[in-house]
Nanobody, 120 residues
Framework: VQLQASGGGLVQPGGSLRLSCAVS????????MRWFRQVPEYQRELVAE???????RYVGSAKGRFAISMDNAKNTVDLQMNSLKPEDTAVYYC???????????????WGQGTQVTVSS
């Protein structure tokens, strides 16, 4: 099983970016997917979370600007980021809780990260 993130890049302040993350491989179910971000010398922090029933949670400055969505059929999660600010600059990581079969425990797995740079 692999998590593959994409969609990062350079954008001007006030602009938008859409990040995507796909879970490839055979999984029995995904209970939640999340986006985290990390800047050098700081801990990785949660940006947004979505559960399989569609419940969402946003943390801090993501509220009102970012939108997380999940496609249960495709095992993908997107993060639409609007009104981007220089302080949103970070490496963004996707995270998923999944299980391999009906008898296994859920595991938490990470993608490789994608760089988002907000600068004029």
């Amino acid at each position: 099983v692999q998590l593959q993130a994409s969609g990062g890049g350079l954008v001007q302040p006030g602009g938008s970016l859409r990040l995507s993350c796909a879970v490839s491989g055979s999984v029995f179910g995904i209970s939640a997917m999340r986006w985290f971000r990390q800047v050098p010398e700081y801990q990785r922090e949660l940006v947004a979370e979505i559960t399989s029933d569609g419940s969402t949670r946003y943390v801090g400055s993501a509220k009102g600007r970012f939108a997380i969505s999940m496609d249960n059929a495709k095992n993908t999660v997107d993060l639409q980021m609007n009104s981007l600010k220089p302080e949103d600059t970070a490496v963004y990581y996707c995270n998923a809780d999944y299980r391999l079969n009906r008898y296994s425990n859920y595991v938490s797995d990470w993608g490789q990260g994608t760089q988002v740079t907000v600068s004029s």
